[in-house]
Each structure stands twice: as C-alpha cells, then as structure tokens.
C-alpha cells in the first residue's frame, strides 16, 4: 500500500468513525476483518458518509451500480482514488 493510500483510507476511517455517532472507531474500520456493514455501519450512515465525501473530495459518488466498493475501506479508498483521478467525471 502507497502511502497515498494509506492516508485516504485513514481519511475515510476518521470519515466512518464520526459519521456511526462513535459506534465504529477508526481503528476497528483500518483493521479490515470485517465489513463496514459487519462493523455496525447502518445505511443512513452509508449516505451521510457519501455525502461527506462528495463534499470533502468534489467527487460524485454514482450509487445507481454496484456497491461493493462501499464494503471495506480499502475497497472504498481505490473507488475514490479512481474517481480523482484528473480527466475523469466528477
């Protein structure tokens, strides 16, 4: 893992961590055993944390597809890392 990477994923963690009102930490997400939704992270809090990312990234999240990037943060940290990505739709 670049360190680019390492430090998006940790974005979003913290990103996670505030967004489950503290039921997730950071550390449980950048852990990577389980799921987010395993985790405890509820679907109100899948859209508040795409809207955050929205805002925090100027990157539109397409969630018409497949959401299977939105499982775990590393999968979720290669998603974004495409979507800004210069040249690319935002």
Same mark, same amino acid.
């Given at each position: 893992m670049t360190a680019g990477a390492a430090e998006l994923e940790r974005k979003l963690a913290d990103m996670?961590?505030?967004?489950s009102d503290g039921e997730i930490s950071a550390e449980e997400v950048?852990?990577?055993?389980?799921?987010? /939704?395993?985790?405890?992270? /509820?679907?109100?809090?899948?859209? %508040?944390?795409?809207d955050a990312i929205e805002d925090a990234f100027g990157v539109d999240v397409d969630l018409s597809?497949?959401? /299977?990037?939105?499982?775990?943060?590393?999968?979720?940290?290669?998603?974004?890392?495409?979507?800004?990505?210069?040249? %690319? /739709?935002r």
């Open positions: 996670i961590a505030g967004l950048l852990a990577g055993g389980h799921s987010l /939704s395993a985790l405890g992270l /509820s679907s109100l809090a899948l859209i %508040r944390l795409v597809g497949d959401l /299977s990037s939105f499982e775990y943060v590393s999968t979720l940290a290669a998603h974004l890392a495409d979507l800004l990505v210069p040249g %690319r /739709s």
